[in-house]
């Protein structure tokens, strides 16, 4: 009797395809960009007060080399509620939009990941 090969963990090993595949077949592309949303609203709320202010952002933006003149725009695009904060629900919505949409890469959600 062969005995498989065991990683770190002590679990059997398998194939990378079969992880993969099965991460994949686990995760929704909504469930993942909903998670993207909690984490980029925890980072980019640095008061913890559960909203985004303009400032918050614009400390983004700057940080991903975004010029200041741009930032009230890119906020403004964001802010669908426009009560002047951005929410974890308004994140993952342009998240949402970005990605699965196929709006095109000018679709505010691009932000988050660099493009803009």
């Excluded at 686990?26 to 559960?50: H, I, M, Q, Y």
């Amino acid at each position: 009797m062969r005995s498989r090969r065991r990683g770190a963990s002590g679990c059997p090993r398998t194939s990378t395809s079969r992880r993969t595949a099965r991460w994949a077949t686990t995760r929704t592309a909504p469930d993942l960009l909903e998670n993207l949303a909690k984490a980029l609203f925890a980072v980019l709320d640095s008061d913890g007060d559960k909203r985004i202010s303009s400032d918050e952002f614009a400390a983004y933006l700057a940080f991903r080399g975004v010029s200041g003149e741009d930032a009230p725009l890119v906020f403004q695009r964001l802010d669908l509620d426009r009560d002047s904060y951005l929410s974890q629900r308004e994140i993952a919505r342009s998240l949402r939009v970005f990605h699965l949409n196929n709006d095109g890469l000018h679709a505010p959600g691009g932000i988050f990941l660099g493009i803009h």
